[in-house]
């Protein structure tokens, strides 16, 4: 993954992936672990979702009570998971286009760890009446569209939104995210 970040995934050869796992380029080794040079790609997209969605139960049951803090359990996780390993969401971003398969693997498991728990965690925390929320998966898509920025930024262009550090743009989200949700901002 991090060759294919660094030159692409065309710009990546079989031979160049055998070197850097240790292999003799061009010796075909790699095809007694993986059938093409796009399967590479494929375990690295998995892993990825694999690590979203492991990160995404881990912290979803364990939220804090508190709306506030809650939503600045959720900032804080989907930021690191996404940042985890920044190389395969370059990778992700830019080379996906060309392998709709896995563009469209990642979009559904982005969907069914990120935007639908978190819609889940508004409905419910609506149906408590411990916020407000009419349309809680539009208001799940706009704040996590938001929140993604940042990571996805940084993977892009090394730079965040605003030139915000990671701490600065979670209080803002945090803050934006709390009163589209009608959270008290007194405790």
Do not use: C
């Not at 990120?114 to 889940?120: G, H, I, L, N, R």
């Not at 803002?172 to 901002?185: C, F, I, K, R």
């Amino acid at each position: 993954m991090n060759l294919f970040a660094e030159h692409g995934f065309d710009g990546t050869s079989v031979a160049d992936i055998q070197v850097a796992a240790g292999l003799t380029g061009g010796s075909g080794a790699l095809y007694k672990h993986f059938p093409s040079k796009a399967a590479v790609l494929e375990a690295g997209v998995d892993a990825y979702l694999d690590a979203l969605a492991r990160s995404s139960s881990a912290t979803v049951p364990q939220l804090p009570a508190d709306p506030r803090d809650a939503l600045r359990v959720i900032a804080s996780g989907v930021i690191d998971s996404m940042t985890a390993d920044h190389t395969v969401l370059r990778v992700l971003l830019r080379d996906l286009d060309r392998h709709p398969e896995l563009r469209d693997r990642l979009w559904t498991g982005v969907v069914a760890h990120v935007y639908t728990e978190f819609a889940d965690w508004i409905r419910e925390r609506a149906a408590d009446g411990v916020i407000s929320a009419p349309d809680p998966d539009g208001v799940a898509a706009i704040l996590m569209g938001a929140l993604t920025q940042w990571p996805i930024l940084q993977a892009l262009l090394e730079k965040s939104p605003g030139d915000l550090s990671r701490s600065a743009f979670i209080s803002a989200w945090v803050d934006t995210a709390g009163s589209a949700l009608s959270v008290p901002s007194d405790r």
